[in-house]
């Protein structure tokens, strides 16, 4: 029988990759420490999040997905010791959702984890990363919606805090829920990596640390541009198209520069993070919940002297995309190069016979700087 489950539901943009990416690499460590990390890879945890918030969007995701989240259940309940499940989409889910999340497990005792980061530079954040899934509106206009839906991941309900906290504070006692407080920019991974283990009841000694690169931040210039880019790339409807070449190529593949300059929202929507972010603080000041951290750093940050994306010069566009038309040009030409030589390669191993090869790699900045 499962003894207690563990349920990390983000925040996004709060080292989840990170975190993740250090369950996965230990899960078999962790499996002999009697915690379990049920799936058969980290895309069910996802699944999992969409089937569990009755998202429509999960009839188009590729692989098994009727019953992606009983699957995770079925597993876990066979277990006889802890189970920790963990995707940033889960923490939209509505109280209907919640409830059932927790009645999953009748018999074990269920926590909830929410690492948090202070609310304007999360906002901040998310609309970069909003960005470089294919978001068009400026930043002032984030969130795109202001009602609260389950399976927006984009909107207030995936990442306000306060509401987060009411949300699954209202199924789970307050003392099971855990909130890990962390630095907005240049906080140290392991830190966080320390307090998620601690929750757990574990020491780090014989884990490893994962040293899966953090996605990575576009600067003001680079952001403003890739949102002007989106504008023209229509095609690009579906999520993995999103994923793999605006996100993953334009916005994380090293073809941008990387100027990484601070940026900041304009004084109205400043404002509506503050006020959203001291109901947070309120909350976990007297609500009993259990915060693992320094409070303290989820208190806004200075933002002073920060430029607003309507500050960004034509100049300053012209020059990004200069750059950026240079490094996709090498990269046509690399891609090129090696479809010639594979191209080659198979017809001398087919005797001569000519075949057309196609090569498709969703992640193409592997090749930056072939053959330069």
């Known amino acids: ?31 002999q420490r009697g915690v379990l990390l049920p799936g058969r890879h980290r895309r069910r945890h996802l ?72 609310m304007v530079g999360l906002g901040v954040s998310r609309w970069q990363e909003w960005v470089k899934n294919g978001g068009q509106l400026g930043i002032d206009s984030y969130p795109p919606r202001e009602d609260y839906d389950p399976t927006d991941e984009w909107g207030w309900g995936s990442f306000d805090l306060a509401d987060i906290l009411a949300r699954w504070g209202a199924v789970v006692p307050h003392e099971r829920v855990h909130v890990l407080p962390m630095a907005s920019g240049g906080a140290n991974p392991r830190d966080l990596w320390l307090r998620f283990l601690s929750v757990l009841g574990l020491g780090a000694e014989g884990l490893e640390v994962s040293e899966e690169k953090v996605n990575r931040s576009l600067g003001l210039v680079e952001v403003e ?32 520069p990387d100027s990484r300059e601070r940026f900041r929202p304009d004084d109205k929507s400043l404002e509506r993070f503050c006020r959203r972010g001291e109901e947070a603080m309120a909350m976990l000041r007297d609500g009993g919940f259990d915060v693992v951290g320094d409070l303290a750093l989820l208190e806004p940050a200075d933002l002073n002297g920060l430029r607003h994306p309507s500050d960004v010069t034509d100049a300053e566009l012209l020059d990004a995309a200069t750059v950026t038309i240079a490094n996709l040009v090498s990269d046509v030409r690399s891609l090129t190069r090696e479809r010639k030589s594979l191209s080659h390669e198979i017809a001398s191993l087919q005797g001569g016979s000519r075949l057309r090869v196609s090569v498709r790699r969703p992640w193409i900045r592997m090749l930056r700087g072939w053959g330069r």
């Open 1 to 31: 029988m499962t003894a207690r489950v563990f349920l990390h539901v983000g925040l996004p943009k709060t080292g989840t990759t990170y975190l993740q990416g250090c369950l996965w690499d230990n899960k078999q460590e962790l499996i």
């Open 47 to 118: 699944l999992a999040s969409l089937d569990l918030r009755e998202d429509p969007k999960l009839l188009r995701r590729d692989g098994d997905v009727e019953t992606a989240w009983q699957d995770l259940v079925d597993e876990a309940s066979d277990w006889q010791g802890d189970v920790v499940i963990s995707h940033e989409f889960f923490a939209s889910a509505a109280p209907e959702h919640i409830q059932r999340a927790v009645a999953s497990f009748p018999d074990a005792e269920f926590h909830v984890i929410v690492t948090a980061r202070a």
């Open 225 to 256: 541009l890739l949102r002007r880019v989106n504008r023209h790339l229509t095609e690009f409807s579906t999520a993995a198209d999103r994923g793999n070449w605006i996100r993953g190529y334009l916005g994380e593949g090293d073809v941008m």
